[in-house]
């Protein structure tokens, strides 16, 4: 057995059997049906059973299920940035995280689309407990991230995961998308967590921790949805945090959650590449010696990268002149627009809980007020 055999996706050599033991499996009959409305079972079955590779898989099938959605749930996808990146080339995409499957998904299908390779994703286990969704993510080329471990069960975990991301980027030539920390971003607010940083570290054979980061070509990504197909459900967490309780999630909200943020409605989204972090690591490594404090400066890079280049829609104007009662962005939406937005907030917040409204406000608020913070961003 590999060490990563407990984490991995699927060999190649492993997906035929895998595909044809799921054929009949009720929730890939509801993918199917999905993505190829017109097509008889027994046509997509042949072809699922023709399936030797995670490649063919994505291309024939996921590629496709993905376009579907972005015809059926959002105005469509626009990319910036992709034109600094190389064919053949593996890189690690650091992003931030608005949804569970989408984010990773559309950055596939622009890496497809620009003749790039294509990203082996971390994904959590509290996401996979079902065992078919399991195999999807396997066939889907995610790795999983263990959660709620001990503090010593936690160091094995992440040296693990730290050593199978550095064996994709530098053995296999294999690409890797992780979030900039653990879980979505439910407040708006985009900040790396230099745990992430930490752990990827491990995965050097040098002691010299910025050489390995420039070795592996870290790529900020910024994703942006017009609008978050789970905002309303992201609310219940952000009230537990305003009353200082710890929240506790229901059962299988995790998968509710997956499937809101699949067919719910997003309008325009928008994916822009970063620079790749090179001569910021020279920087870096010129001004500070220290390895905690170089990874807390590099944190910062990919905050800042992030942060700048994040594509304000909008929603996020409203929000911001809704919350804090000013008319500072009118130019910068119609009145079609806010009238649509408040008609969202009407029905998905009760009107009678300021926290709720609030929090709600804020989370497409948020980006415009991080991105005031850089005297080059456009706002």
């Known amino acids: 057995m590999s060490k990563f055999d407990a984490i991995r996706p699927f060999y190649d050599s492993e997906v035929n059997n895998a595909l044809k033991s799921s054929l009949n499996h009720p929730m890939m009959k509801a993918l199917m049906d999905f993505t ?197 459900l992201k609310m219940p967490q952000l009230l537990a945090e305003a009353k200082k309780e710890i929240y506790i999630k229901e059962k299988n909200e995790d998968f509710i959650t997956l499937l809101s943020g699949i067919i719910g409605q997003k309008k325009r989204i928008h994916i822009h590449i970063g620079d790749i972090l090179d001569s910021e690591i020279d920087e870096i490594v010129a001004e500070e010696q220290n390895p905690n404090k170089q990874i807390q400066l590099l944190t910062q890079k990919i905050d800042d990268s992030i942060l700048q280049s994040y594509k304000l829609w909008p929603t996020n104007y409203i929000a911001f002149d809704m919350l804090y009662k000013t008319n500072q962005f009118e130019s910068k939406y119609t009145v079609d627009e806010k009238q649509l937005f408040q008609r969202r907030l009407e029905l998905r917040i009760d009107e009678n809980s300021t926290v709720l409204r609030e929090g709600f406000l804020a989370m497409y608020a948020n980006p415009v007020v991080n991105k005031l913070k850089y005297n080059n961003a456009t706002v």
């Not at 469509?76 to 990146?85: D, N, P, R």
């Not at 050489?211 to 309303?232: C, G, H, N, R």
């Open 36 to 232: 190829f409305p017109d097509v008889d079972d027994e046509v997509w079955k042949t072809k699922l059973s023709e399936t030797h590779s995670i490649r063919d898989f994505q291309c024939n099938f996921i590629y496709k299920s993905v376009q579907k959605v972005l015809e059926k749930s959002s105005d469509g996808l626009t990319t910036s940035g992709f034109e600094k990146l190389e064919p053949n080339t593996s890189y690690l995409f650091i992003s931030n995280h608005r949804d569970i499957i989408l984010d990773t998904s559309l950055l596939n299908v622009a890496l497809f689309d620009n003749g790039l390779v294509m990203t082996a994703s971390a994904i959590g286990d509290n996401l996979v407990k079902k065992a078919f969704l399991h195999t999807l993510s396997k066939l889907n080329r995610n790795f999983v991230v263990q959660r709620g471990l001990s503090p010593r069960e936690l160091l094995g975990s992440s040296k693990n995961m730290s050593e199978y991301i550095a064996q994709l980027l530098l053995h296999e030539n294999r690409s890797v998308w992780i979030a900039q920390r653990e879980g979505r971003t439910k407040d708006g607010n985009d900040a790396t967590h230099s745990g992430v940083l930490k752990m990827l570290s491990m995965g050097s054979d040098d002691k010299d921790i910025m050489a390995y980061f420039k070795k592996i070509k870290i790529v900020p990504v910024s994703l942006s949805y017009e609008y978050d197909p789970t905002d309303a």
